[in-house]
Each structure stands twice: as structure tokens, then as C-alpha cells.
Nanobody, 114 residues
Framework: VQLQASGGGSVQTGGSLRLSCTAS????????MAWYRQVPGNQRELVAT???????TYTDSVKGRFTISRDNPRESMFLQMDSLIPEDTATYFC?????????WGRGTQVTVSS
């Protein structure tokens, strides 16, 4: 499974970004997907998940600001990030999981300035 994340960038506080993650190499509908983020020196943090059946979860710090979604025909997952704050600055990674296998994409940098 190959994952390609994109959509990162630099915005000011209160701005928005939309991250995309495209998967290939497997049947996308079966994948449980997630977004993580990592700041240098810190552990990778789970941001949001979307299961193969569409159920979603969010870490508390992004609830009400971020929305995770998926488009199975396009084999893609998205993270709409609104009301961004400097604490959201990190490298964002997409993760796919199916059965006992976990796959990671390369990160995309999000920088939020005050």
C-alpha cells in the first residue's frame, strides 16, 4: 500500500487548510484511515480516524475545528482544518490499517503563524 499526503502549507491563525491522502495498491474501501501529526522532539500524535464504515473519532484538541472524511471511489482521505492555531503546527502523516498491517505516508508540513 502506498500513501501520498498533500495539502500542507503556511497560514495565519484562524486560517484553513485541507489535507489529502491518496492510497494505492489495495482495495481502499477496506482501509481504516487516520491522520497523525508530529512536532520535532515529540511523539507522533493521533489527530483523527475514519474507519472503513465511515465512523470517525477526533482528539479533543481538534474537535469542532477539523473534519476527517473519505472518498472511496477516489481512494482518498481528507482532513479539513479550520480555525487553525499555532499549536496545530506539525508534520501531518496519513496512516492506513487493514487486518494486521499498518502503512504510513510521507508527511506534509503545516505551519500556523500568530
Amino acid at each position: 500500500v502506498q500513501l501520498q499526503a498533500s495539502g500542507g502549507g503556511s497560514v495565519q491563525t484562524g486560517g484553513s487548510l485541507r489535507l489529502s491522502c491518496t492510497a494505492s495498491g489495495t482495495y481502499f474501501n477496506d482501509l481504516n484511515m487516520a491522520w497523525y501529526r508530529q512536532v520535532p522532539g515529540n511523539q507522533r500524535e493521533l489527530v483523527a480516524t475514519i474507519a472503513s464504515d465511515g465512523r470517525t473519532t477526533y482528539t479533543d484538541s481538534v474537535k469542532g475545528r477539523f473534519t476527517i472524511s473519505r472518498d472511496n471511489p477516489r481512494e482518498s482521505m481528507f482532513l479539513q482544518m479550520d480555525s487553525l492555531i499555532p499549536e496545530d503546527t506539525a508534520t501531518y502523516f496519513c496512516r492506513a490499517r487493514v487486518l494486521a498491517n499498518t502503512y504510513w505516508g510521507r508527511g506534509t508540513q503545516v505551519t500556523v503563524s500568530s
